[in-house]
């Protein structure tokens, strides 16, 4: 997931909408899975493993009804240090190059994510993201002013922690510690061609950390991330694209 600066096709607009997992159809399972198989080298039998322990899917439309972009997330309800703690997490994300200028999908997730933490009340919520990706990781300092690890700042000690409780029970022995990434079984990298990371990308401190402690992220390993989810956490951009 990127905010990124391409303008999408003339005319064509996006249109997000929000629905459980347990609601797809093997038709939409099939669009899902030709649209990510077009970026990322997946495998079907995982792709379908990782959908089915989600809860939602954000699904981006065109016009004509096709599929062009989607997102799966699962809410984790956990304890930690005594209290009950939760942690939206998020799955596969794709959208098609054509359509990387779109603000649908910050535009939906955003208030979803606002629902989310509407019903959360008192109990703490944070966004566990996983990033193979530097367009997936651009996402963080886009959406928030306070998210880890990040160049600017050491990840406080008690948020580390908790990125590795959330870590550990998502992924168990593939979430490697010392490093902040996960090693999935059957990872996922990115084609060759898609989302490379050039020396102009390099320029931009975040790319430039993303790749730093994210060395084999063209292997398909994953860059454990955080972010608490608190409608004052948000950047005033975000805020101005939920208004829209």
């Not at 928030?144 to 948020?159: A, G, I, N, S």
Request: aromatic share 10%.
């Amino acid at each position: 997931m990127d905010i990124d600066r391409h303008e999408p096709p003339a005319g064509e607009e996006l249109r997000g909408s929000v629905q459980r997992v347990a609601d797809r159809t093997p038709d939409l399972v099939g669009e899902m899975f030709r649209l990510m198989d077009r970026s990322f080298i997946v495998e079907r039998e995982a792709f379908e493993r990782d959908l089915a322990r989600k809860d939602w899917l954000i699904l981006l439309h065109d016009r004509d009804g096709v599929l062009r972009g989607f997102t799966s997330l699962a809410l984790l309800e956990t304890e930690w240090a005594g209290r009950p703690v939760r942690a939206l997490s998020s799955g596969d994300t794709v959208i098609q190059r054509e359509f990387w200028g779109s603000l649908e999908l910050p535009r939906v997730w955003g208030r979803f994510m606002l629902e989310r933490i509407a019903e959360a009340g008192d109990v703490p919520l944070y966004w566990f993201l996983l990033s193979s990706g530097y367009k997936t990781y651009r996402f963080l300092p886009v959406f928030f002013k306070e998210f880890y690890p990040r160049h600017d700042q050491v990840t406080p000690p008690d948020l580390q922690a908790l990125l590795g409780h959330f870590g550990t029970v998502l992924y168990g022995g593939s979430f490697q510690a010392g490093t902040g990434t996960v090693r999935l079984p059957n990872p996922t990298p990115l084609r060759d061609g898609v989302a490379e990371v050039t020396v102009e990308r390099l320029s931009d401190p975040h790319v430039a950390f993303f790749v730093k402690r994210n060395p084999d992220h063209t292997l398909g390993v994953e860059l454990a991330c955080l972010a608490p989810l608190r409608a004052d956490n948000l950047r005033p951009f975000i805020r101005r694209v939920l208004k829209a």
